[in-house]
């Protein structure tokens, strides 16, 4: 393992992956190495009137093998950059105060995370306030005398018996951890900090801040003044059993000298992310109605009144679900944006539900793997500033303006110059069990000759509810630099193809799915330059079920890498930190009541198949899949004789486990160390 430690259950050895086939010297294409070097832009925030924008780079810090954040300014018309601030604290979440003079934003250090005000012209910053806790959904005010955010208010639990005293200077152990909370741990987390996440507000030159909220709900951002200043939207669900209810929420306002909170939504569905017309007429937001325990829905955009009457969805008829509605200036439409068949795309909508594409495709979050993503904002006069990725770089800062599209930044210039990246070509799939068509992309090794026998890597998505697309990857990238061709799809249950494909999978997962993997595998062997004798399978999370489904199911993989995945669902549900929505969405009974679909459902169940050489891959952290989830499916192939490994990476949750370079980078490399061992 090249470039971090991996603990392991057994004593193993992966060593190198051989790089066979590729012409190139290993600088001419990626290398573990390289993902220290790679940067990507995330968050951008254009300037009310347009002149600037603000956009959060991400880079990778060597030494700490972490990723670093720093806020950066780029013209947008000569696309000239100027760091906001060197101070070397990890700065994030830019927010334009509304006469675009100042710059608020979070600044994590050595004292935690605390909210600075950037003076632009005179290049100086203030904390603001002196938080507790962690800043959330910063807000500004109207007459940018106000930011309001939303922070966790400590409620430590009574312990259920008084302490014993202990001797002076005695050292002790630490006292027990009480937990009575529905939801006490979150992955990437671990355990929560007891309290309620409540709004505040503080004066934008300085001050103690104000509590605007209370009780024991936890009220959600985005939240958003309205135009007279005096309310701040957000959402939250307060009803009795709230904590039971994961599939609920509702807008409300508050008032920000401290009246009364009001309810504008009332249905059974969540609604969030609420947003004032700049008029002061109407609120968005978005939501669906709930059919309670259905594994998927639309997200909708939906506008009300002021007071929350008259409300209607304006997206009903897209079929495709949508996020981050901004207004326009002129309170006429809103722009949001939405997934289309892998593509996340930006659209203005009419208030009379007419939807307009402006930008087909933008991109970000993850680096490892080709997740749909992206981020946008909207000056008053129209640009839109945007988050751009494609299958040959990371996120960079893009603008539309004037219907043309203009990329300016190309952080990755330096590390990518003289290399080859594997290419990303869409491959047409039709299942075999249905003819479905499925979205698939093929990625062929840097050097491809197409009159050369190549081994295949089918790497899976997670979720089930998400979605691939033609974006940058690390781990197929690397893949690739290892002379495979990888394929990668969106089997039926992926989002982005309207809400009954994504629900062919609801209370039926995995199953066809299956049958729409396999397909992929084929169209990509009748392409000719695959060896069909040498396929292997990955993939994470729900990627980590599939992978652990197909090998009980067909002998037809070489090798196979399942990583965080579920293996027993019966077991999953309830060590799982969703298990209030897993269980009841997912299955609508509890596995007591209903164990014989847990076990039809899990791969444990076909276990006793499997004769394909297994690498179990999991984060010691992982709170979604948890680690005994990969440790049932090691000691499953161990009893059987299976070859089979067990990688556990140290500190590594279940959304993070890529999130250090040198433990993306190791993963990937052991996986195709792994697969080389069975060629």
Known sequence: MRWAVLAAAAVLSLGSAVRAEVPESPAATLG???????????????????????????????????????IWLVDPRTGAQTPLVADGKTNFAPRWSPDGSRLAYVAAGENGAQLYVRWIDAGRSARIADLEQAPNDIAWSPDGKTIAFTMLTIDEPKPLAAPMAKPQGAKWADPLKIIDRVTYRADGA???????????????????????????????????????????????????????DPGEAEVYSVGVDGGPITRLTHRVGPDFAPVASPDGSKIAYVGY??????????????????????????????????????WAADSKSLYVAYEDQGHTKVARVGL??????????????????????????????????????????????????????????DLNAGLFAGKTLGKVEALPVKSSYDGKAIGAWIVTPPGFDPSKKYPLILEIHGGPFSAYGPTF????????AAGYVVVYSNPRGSTSYGEDFA??????????????????????????????????????????????????????????????????????????????????????????????????????SLVGNVKTPTLVVVGEEDNRTPPSEAEQYFAALQFRGVPTALIR???????????????????????????????
């Open 190 to 244: 671990g355990l929560l900090k007891p309290g309620y996440r409540h709004l505040f507000a503080v004066a934008a030159d300085g001050g103690a801040p104000r509590q605007l909220t209370f009780g024991k709900f936890d009220d959600a951002g985005p939240i958003d003044f309205t135009p007279d200043g005096k309310a701040i939207l957000f959402a939250t669900n307060r009803a009795e059993n709230w904590e039971r």
């Open 649 to 679: 990476v140290p500190g590594a949750s279940h959304g993070g486990i890529a999130a250090r370079p040198s433990q993306s980078a190791a993963k990937a490399e052991s996986i195709v160390a792994w697969f080389e061992r069975f060629k």
């Open 32 to 70: 573990p190495r390289d993902l220290f070097g790679l940067q990507q832009a995330a968050d951008p925030q254009v300037r009310p009137d347009g002149g600037a924008i603000a956009y959060v780079r991400v880079s990778n810090d060597i030494m700490a093998d972490k990723a670093q954040r720093s």
């Open 503 to 604: 629900n062919t999978i609801d209370r039926n997962y995995p199953s066809h799915d299956y049958d729409d993997l396999m397909s992929v595998v084929d169209a990509a062997i009748a392409k000719g330059f695959v060896d069909d004798k040498r396929l292997y399978v990955t993939g994470g999370s729900g990627g980590g079920v599939l992978t652990a489904w197909i090998v009980g199911k067909t002998d037809r993989f070489r090798a196979a890498a399942t990583q965080k995945p579920v293996i027993n669902w019966a077991s999953e549900v309830l060590t799982t930190d969703g298990y209030v929505f897993m269980g009841p969405y997912w299955f609508g009974k509890m596995p007591w009541e209903d164990p014989e679909a847990y076990w039809k459902r899990s791969p444990l």
């Open 352 to 409: 009379d539900g007419k939807v307009e594409t402006l930008i087909q495709q933008i991109g970000g979050g993850g680096l490892d793997r080709p997740y749909t993503g992206g981020e946008f904002s909207i000056a008053k006069g129209g640009l839109i500033a945007f988050t751009d990725s494609t299958p040959e770089h990371p996120a960079d800062l893009a603008v539309l303006r004037g219907g043309k599209v203009q990329r300016l930044t």
């Open 289 to 326: 109605d709930d059919a309670r325990h259905r594994g998927y829905e639309n997200v909708q955009l939906y506008v009300m009144d002021r007071d929350g009457s008259n409300p209607r969805s304006l997206t009903a008829g897209l079929d495709r679900s949508v996020a981050a509605p901004q």
């Open 473 to 480: 990857s690390t781990d197929d990238q690397l893949y690739a």
